[in-house]
């Protein structure tokens, strides 16, 4: 059995649950699979804040025919052969998960699911089923680190859509975010410190996605959340300032979005004789089109083409 039809397998009994809940992904890496996902994607309020009535024919009209070719090009060179890597590390997630708190007697009915905010497995279906499952507790683990109305807020949006269909009602908690928290911190020095060990130590840029700076401006915590993570990380790391920096990345869109950008940042190392950098993306708790194309990838090559000697991407936590 798949893993994403393991999660719509309605358990035998009530209980607790728990659910993670990611961004989603197109189910191939063709044009008409991109443009399904990033038309639910961009379409969603908390994603572009735009008036509909402005948004909408710009996003049909010019957006998917232009974008949809080019992301599915991007999706082509890192695609696994098991599918999206998004949806392999998330199926791994959930399974590791699950080995960890069910492998014992002392949790017997908790349930562990995944579900996707624009794709499937989808958050409405997989919670239909709970519903009909008669589930007595809820967890929500958002898979956002630092906390956003971009992400987190649409993870809100969809639980509590989902739950109006709902007459018995299941104890509920949604965690909010866990971007200063201590094992999470721990986790990821870790995986620096075990990648240094077999690549050698260098200058660390740790790179978030971006959101608009008008984000910031009507109280998104999410850039102040970004910077204390990177924070936390250096310190544990004990790393002084001259070798380390914050960036972010995936623009989208005419609007200034948080600086600085991490194209801009590793073309500029090298002119800061940064000759080896290491990259580490902590927004994501899993490797994606973002991590492994945008980063790995395309920041490399921006990186080497600007001067760079040396270039090192960290991979995700996925399900260590």
Same mark, same amino acid.
């Given at each position: 059995? $798949? !893993?994403?039809a393991?999660?719509?397998?309605a358990? @035998?009994?009530g209980g607790?649950?728990?659910?993670?809940?990611?961004? %989603?992904?197109?189910?191939?890496?063709?044009?008409?699979?991109?443009?399904? #996902?990033? =038309?639910?994607?961009?379409s969603?309020?908390?994603?572009?804040e735009?008036?509909?009535?402005?948004w909408?024919p710009?996003l049909?009209g010019?957006v *998917?025919?232009l974008r949809?070719?080019?992301?599915?090009h991007?999706?082509?060179l890192?695609?696994q052969s098991?599918g999206?890597p998004l949806r392999?590390h @998330?199926s791994e997630?959930?399974?590791?998960?699950?080995?960890?708190?069910c %492998?014992g007697d002392?949790?017997?009915q908790?349930?562990v !699911?995944?579900?996707f905010?624009?794709?499937?497995p989808?958050?409405g279906?997989?919670?239909?089923?709970?519903? !009909?499952?008669?589930?007595?507790?809820?967890?929500?683990?958002?898979? #956002?680190? /630092? $906390?956003? %109305?971009t992400?987190?807020g649409?993870?809100?949006d969809q639980v509590?859509r989902?739950?109006?269909?709902?007459?018995?009602?299941?104890?509920?908690?949604i965690?909010?975010g866990?971007?200063?928290d201590? /094992?999470y911190?721990?986790?990821l020095? =870790?995986?620096?410190t075990?990648?240094w060990q077999?690549?050698?130590?260098?200058?660390?840029?740790?790179?978030?996605?971006?959101?608009?700076?008008?984000c910031v401006?009507?109280?998104?915590?999410? =850039?102040d959340?970004?910077?204390?993570?990177a924070s936390?990380?250096a310190a544990?790391?004990?790393?002084?300032?001259r070798?380390?920096?914050?960036? #972010? /990345?995936?623009?989208?869109g005419?609007?200034?979005w948080?600086?600085?950008? $991490?194209?801009?940042?590793?073309?500029?190392?090298?002119r800061?004789e940064?000759?080896?950098?290491?990259?580490?993306?902590p927004?994501f708790?899993?490797?994606?089109?973002?991590?492994?194309?945008?980063?790995?990838l395309?920041?490399?090559?921006?990186f *080497?083409?600007? %001067?760079?000697?040396r270039f090192?991407?960290v991979?995700? *936590?996925?399900?260590?």
């Amino acid at each position: 059995m $798949t !893993d994403s039809a393991r999660s719509l397998d309605a358990p @035998s009994h009530g209980g607790c649950a728990l659910l993670l809940v990611n961004t %989603g992904t197109p189910d191939a890496p063709r044009s008409g699979a991109v443009r399904r #996902f990033l =038309a639910r994607f961009l379409s969603d309020r908390r994603v572009v804040e735009l008036p509909r009535a402005l948004w909408l024919p710009l996003l049909y009209g010019l957006v *998917l025919p232009l974008r949809s070719p080019r992301s599915a090009h991007r999706y082509r060179l890192i695609w696994q052969s098991e599918g999206s890597p998004l949806r392999v590390h @998330s199926s791994e997630l959930r399974a590791a998960l699950e080995r960890e708190l069910c %492998g014992g007697d002392s949790h017997p009915q908790l349930r562990v !699911d995944h579900g996707f905010l624009y794709s499937a497995p989808d958050v409405g279906r997989i919670l239909d089923v709970l519903r !009909d499952a008669r589930l007595q507790r809820l967890l929500v683990l958002p898979l #956002f680190p /630092q $906390t956003s %109305g971009t992400t987190t807020g649409a993870v809100y949006d969809q639980v509590a859509r989902a739950l109006r269909r709902w007459r018995a009602l299941p104890e509920l908690r949604i965690v909010a975010g866990y971007h200063d928290d201590p /094992q999470y911190i721990a986790a990821l020095a =870790a995986s620096v410190t075990e990648h240094w060990q077999h690549h050698g130590r260098s200058y660390l840029l740790i790179s978030f996605h971006g959101i608009p700076e008008a984000c910031v401006r009507r109280g998104d915590a999410y =850039a102040d959340q970004c910077r204390e993570t990177a924070s936390l990380l250096a310190a544990a790391l004990q790393l002084p300032a001259r070798q380390w920096d914050v960036s #972010f /990345q995936s623009r989208f869109g005419a609007a200034r979005w948080l600086s600085p950008a $991490t194209a801009a940042t590793l073309q500029e190392l090298p002119r800061r004789e940064v000759r080896a950098v290491s990259v580490i993306c902590p927004g994501f708790a899993v490797d994606c089109l973002e991590t492994l194309e945008e980063i790995a990838l395309e920041g490399r090559a921006l990186f *080497l083409k600007a %001067g760079g000697e040396r270039f090192d991407y960290v991979p995700a *936590l996925n399900a260590r």
